[in-house]
Each structure stands twice: as structure tokens, then as C-alpha cells.
């Protein structure tokens, strides 16, 4: 009896720990694919970095970090890295044809100001989101991965912090890329839990 209940102690404080790390991670992601874009001399080099850093960076490191703890195979990591990176620039295509490039947007018609990017960055959220979201769910199997979706639409409505300028878009990165990080730590199958520790 001692012995399950000090392993589902253990299995408790993996899970944490996990969620946090990977909170951490993603913000350290979000803020680091921000730096060389700020750096850019021209609007059109620093929007083409905005299409592909952000995504890219978060897919090298969170595929690494799952073929750390043994949830994906080799291949699958790198389709990880793929998949996120096109999930990013979805969203960025996403934030261009709605708004506030496209104030007529009809949706907009109704919003007004900070509401009407708040929609803006929630719909955003929710393509790269969920694109990224069904992505892991076949790379990843018994993966609740509608969490996810929604994780990416409701951190995606933060996107009016990006008016703020470049501290604006380190701090919704930030945001968006550790929430959206401790999203997945929490609904990773904990099975492999085991077989991590297992093989240490």
C-alpha cells in the first residue's frame, strides 16, 4: 500500500515538474525567437521572420523534448518541427487576412479597437493552434489534443499586447508559447513517464 501511494507521489511530482518545464521552456522559446527579428534592419525581413523563427524554434526545442521522454520516435520529431513551423506561419496568415491589415473583415464591423484584435489573435490561436494540435494527435496517440485548441485560441487573444512593440510581442510569445507548452505537458499520456525513468 506505502509502495503504490509513494509511487503516485512520484508520478504526481513528475507531472508537475514536467508542466513546469515546459511552461519555462516556452517562454525562453517564445522570448528567443523574438531577439533576432527586432535585429532585422527592413519591415519585409522582419515579417518574413515572423512567418517562420517563432514556429521553428518552439518545434526544434519541443521535439527534443519529446524524444527526451520517449514520446516520439526520430522521425516524428523532426515532422514535429515541421508541423509546428507551418503551424506558426498559418497563424500569422491568419492574423493578415483578418485584421488589422483588413479592418473590413466583417466580424470587425462589430468589434472595435483592442476587442476587435483580441478576435483577431483568438481566431489566430486557434488555426496554429489547432493545426499543431491534430499534428501531435497522430504523432501522438491517446493525446487529448481539443485542449490544445483551445489553449491556442484563448492565449491567442492576448495578441493586442504586440501593440506595445517589441516588449509587446517578447511578452505575448512568451505567453503564448509557455501556455500553449504546459498545455501539452499536462495531457501527454503519463505512461511514458514510467518507461523514461525506466530507462535511466
Known amino acids: 500500500m506505502g509502495g503504490r501511494l509513494n509511487e503516485k507521489k512520484r508520478d504526481g511530482e513528475v507531472f508537475l515538474a514536467r508542466i513546469i518545464l515546459f511552461a519555462v521552456v516556452g517562454a525562453v522559446t517564445g522570448a528567443a525567437a523574438v531577439e533576432p527579428i527586432g535585429l532585422l534592419s527592413t519591415e519585409n525581413q522582419q ?5 517562420t523563427l517563432p514556429g521553428l524554434i518552439f518545434g526544434v526545442a519541443f521535439s527534443v523534448a519529446l524524444l527526451r ?3 516520439v520516435s526520430m522521425a516524428a520529431a523532426f515532422a514535429y518541427v515541421a508541423a509546428s513551423t507551418l503551424s506558426h506561419m498559418a497563424a500569422v496568415t491568419t492574423v493578415l487576412a483578418i485584421g488589422p491589415i483588413n479592418p ?31 499534428a501531435t494527435a497522430l504523432l501522438i496517440r491517446r493525446l487529448q489534443w481539443p485542449l490544445l485548441i483551445v489553449a491556442g485560441a484563448v492565449l491567442g487573444a492576448f495578441l493586442p499586447l504586440t501593440d506595445l512593440g517589441l516588449g509587446g510581442f517578447f ?9 500553449y507548452a504546459a498545455t501539452l505537458a499536462a495531457i501527454l499520456p503519463r505512461a511514458a513517464d514510467k518507461l523514461a525513468r525506466l530507462s535511466t
Open 47 to 51: 515579417l518574413r521572420a515572423m512567418f
Open 104 to 134: 473590413s473583415f466583417p466580424i470587425l464591423d462589430l468589434l472595435s479597437g483592442r476587442a476587435g484584435f483580441s478576435f483577431t489573435g483568438f481566431s489566430a490561436g486557434a488555426v496554429g493552434g489547432g493545426l499543431l494540435a491534430g
Open 69 to 71: 521522454f520517449k514520446f
Open 171 to 179: 511578452l505575448f510569445y512568451a505567453i503564448w508559447q509557455g501556455g
